[in-house]
C-alpha cells in the first residue's frame, strides 16, 4: 500500500498523482514481464545494524553448538523423524508424547501470530535464519570480495575478464564450502553429530544415498543464497503474505514518517524548509539503496519490508548530517504517524495473549505430568488360562517405555482385584536402561474363589524401588465359565 492524501500518493521528488490501479502492483524485484531484477543493496551501518550483528552472531553461536550439547548423555535437541527418536532439552520425547509435540507447535504458531500483531515483522529482520544467513555471511562475503554497491553493479555489467571470473570465482567456492557447513550441521540435528562425523571418516562409498542427500541439501543452500536470495522473502515464505491479515494501524513496523517527510525536496544548505513547504525528506534515495530487497520504504507497508532496520540507520545518518531530527523512518504504528496516537495494547492483541498463556500452561503442564514410565500389559494372542494348585492364571507381554534419563529398577503388582500375584524371570524385579523400551512376559494368577466371571477387568501397576507407582494399565482377565444364579 501507499500512504495517500487527497488522492495524492507520494513517490519520489513532490508529490504526485499515480495511477491506483497499476502503482505498486508487481513485486519490485521483477519487471511488468517477470524478469528478475536484481538487488545491489549498499552496506550497512548504524545503531540497529551493530545490534542485528550482536543478535545474529549470538544465533549463529547457538545454531553450531547445540547439536554438540549434551544434558545427561542425551542430545539437547535431537529431531530424527527417520528412526522416531525426538529429544528436546535433553528429554526423550516419542511417538506416544506426539500431542504434546503437537500442542508445542500450534503455540508456537500462535506466538508467531502474537509477536506479529504487536511488533509486525520483527521476526524476519532480526531472528530468521534466511535473513542471518545472508545479510550476516553470504553478503558480507560478498561485500569483502566484490566491494560495496557500486563497485559490484559495475563487476556484473562487465564483461567476464579475468577480474570478474576470480573474484567470482572465489566468492561461489566460499559459498558452496559455508553450504556444506551449514548441510552437515543441520543434518547433526537430525542423526547427531556422532553419526554425521562417522558417515564423513567412513567416506562416500559407503552411504552413497547419504553423500547425495548431503549434495542436494548443499545445492539447494547454494541456490538460495548465491542467486535466489530475497526472493525466498517476497516469493516462496508465507510469513509475508500473512502479515496483510495480521498487521493493523495498531502493530510497531518500520514505517516512514510522510506527514513529516513530505513535499520531499533536494537539500539546500541554510535553509528554512518548512517555510519554503518542503518536508524532512531530501529525497536522496539512500533508504532506496540500502535495501536489500529494493524496496522505497517511503511508499508505505509493503510485502517485501522484511523490517531489516536498514532503511532506518540510512536515513538518521543523512539526518544527523543535515541537522535534521533523526526518526523519520523509525519504528511506529501507523496510527502513530496518522492520527498521532500513542501505542496502546488492542482488544485483538489480549486475546491472541490469553489464548497463547492458556496454551502454554496447559503445554507446560503435560510436559511436568508427562509419566516417567509407560506400561502395557497385553495378553498374547489365541492365549489362554491354565489352573493349577488352586490358582488361574493368565499369561501377558508387557511393554514398558523408561522416560527418565537414568536406569532403574522396578517391580509389578496387582492392584485390582486383590490377592493377585505376579511371577517373572524367577525374580521379583525389573532392570530397565533409560530411554529405552523393554519387553518381556509376566504370569498373573488369582486363587479360583477370586475369580467371579469367566472375563473381569483387572488392573496391574508399576513401581519404583521406594514403592511409588509409576504408571498402570486396565486388561481383561480370563477365567472358566460359571453359571450366575
Known amino acids: 500500500m501507499a500512504y495517500q492524501d487527497k488522492d495524492v500518493n507520494f513517490r519520489g521528488g513532490q508529490g504526485q498523482v499515480v495511477d491506483p490501479e497499476t502503482f505498486r502492483d508487481t513485486v519490485n524485484t521483477m519487471d511488468q514481464s517477470g524478469k528478475r531484477k536484481w538487488v545491489f543493496p549498499r552496506k550497512p551501518k548504524g545503531r540497529y545494524t551493530n545490534y542485528?550483528?550482536?543478535v545474529s552472531i549470538f544465533l549463529l553461536a547457538v545454531f553450531f553448538a547445540i547439536p554438540f550439547l549434551k544434558i545427561n548423555g542425551n542430545p539437547f535437541l535431537l529431531l530424527n523423524v527417520l528412526d522416531r527418536e525426538f529429544f528436546i532439552f535433553g528429554q526423550p520425547f516419542y511417538p506416544q508424547d506426539f500431542f504434546i509435540l503437537?500442542?508445542?507447535?500450534i503455540a508456537s504458531i500462535i506466538f508467531i501470530i502474537v509477536f506479529t500483531v504487536v511488533f509486525g515483522r520483527i521476526f524476519c529482520g532480526w531472528i530468521c535464519p534466511q535473513t542471518i544467513f545472508m545479510e550476516m555471511i553470504f553478503r558480507k562475503i560478498e561485500y569483502a570480495i566484490e566491494g560495496d554497491r557500486n563497485r559490484q553493479m559495475r563487476l556484473d555489467q562487465q564483461p567476464w575478464n579475468a577480474e570478474k571470473i576470480w573474484k567470482r570465482s572465489l566468492k561461489w567456492s566460499i559459498y558452496i564450502v559455508i553450504s556444506l557447513i551449514i548441510t552437515h550441521v543441520m543434518f547433526m540435528y537430525?542423526?547427531?553429530y556422532e553419526r554425521v562425523l562417522e558417515i564423513m571418516q567412513e567416506g562416500p562409498f559407503a552411504h552413497p544415498s547419504n553423500f547425495l542427500v548431503m549434495i542436494l541439501f548443499t545445492a539447494a543452500f547454494y541456490f538460495v543464497f548465491a542467486w535466489f536470495r530475497e526472493q525466498v522473502c517476497t516469493l516462496v515464505c508465507p510469513?509475508?503474505?500473512?502479515q496483510g491479515v495480521l498487521i493493523d494501524k495498531q502493530t510497531i513496523n518500520v514505517y516512514y514518517d510522510f506527514k513529516r517527510g513530505e513535499n520531499r525536496a533536494k537539500w539546500r544548505k541554510g535553509e528554512d524548509r518548512r517555510a519554503a513547504g518542503?518536508?524532512?525528506c531530501i529525497d536522496c534515495n539512500q533508504c532506496v539503496v540500502v535495501c536489500p530487497t529494493g524496496i522505497d520504504i517511503r511508499n508505505g507497508q509493503q510485502l517485501e519490508c522484511i523490517n531489516c532496520t536498514a532503511c532506518i540507520d540510512a536515513c538518521d545518518e543523512v539526518m544527523i548530517k543535515t541537522g535534521l531530527p533523526p526518526g523519520l523512518i523509525r519504528y511506529a504504528t501507523e496510527d502513530e504517524i496518522e492520527q498521532e496516537r500513542p501505542f496502546t495494547f488492542t482488544g485483538k492483541m489480549k486475546a491472541y495473549t490469553v489464548v497463547l498463556l492458556v496454551l502454554t500452561g496447559f503445554l507446560a503442564f503435560l510436559l511436568y505430568s508427562r509419566g516417567e514410565l509407560?506400561?502395557?500389559?497385553?495378553?498374547?494372542?489365541g492365549s489362554t488360562f491354565f489352573v493349577r494348585d488352586g490358582q488361574i492364571t493368565n499369561i501377558y507381554n508387557y511393554t514398558f517405555l523408561n522416560k527418565t534419563n537414568k536406569d532403574r529398577v522396578v517391580t509389578i503388582k496387582v492392584i485390582n482385584p486383590e490377592n493377585g500375584k505376579v511371577t517373572f524371570s524367577n525374580t521379583d524385579r525389573i532392570k530397565l536402561k533409560k530411554d529405552q523400551i523393554s519387553k518381556g512376559t509376566v504370569n498373573v494368577s488369582f486363587?479360583?474363589?477370586?475369580?467371579?466371571?469367566?472375563?473381569?477387568?483387572?488392573?496391574i501397576g508399576v513401581f519404583d524401588e521406594d514403592g511409588e507407582m509409576l504408571d498402570s494399565?486396565?486388561?481383561y482377565f480370563e477365567g472358566p465359565f460359571k453359571l450366575q444364579f
Open 473 to 475: 494399565f486396565e486388561t
Open 239 to 242: 510469513y509475508g503474505r500473512l
Open 447 to 459: 486363587p479360583q474363589d477370586e475369580i467371579k466371571l469367566s472375563k473381569q477387568n483387572v488392573t
Open 190 to 192: 537430525i542423526v547427531g
Open 374 to 381: 509407560e506400561a502395557k500389559f497385553i495378553k498374547p494372542a
Open 278 to 280: 518542503k518536508g524532512d
Open 102 to 105: 503437537a500442542l508445542g507447535a
Open 52 to 54: 542485528r550483528l550482536l
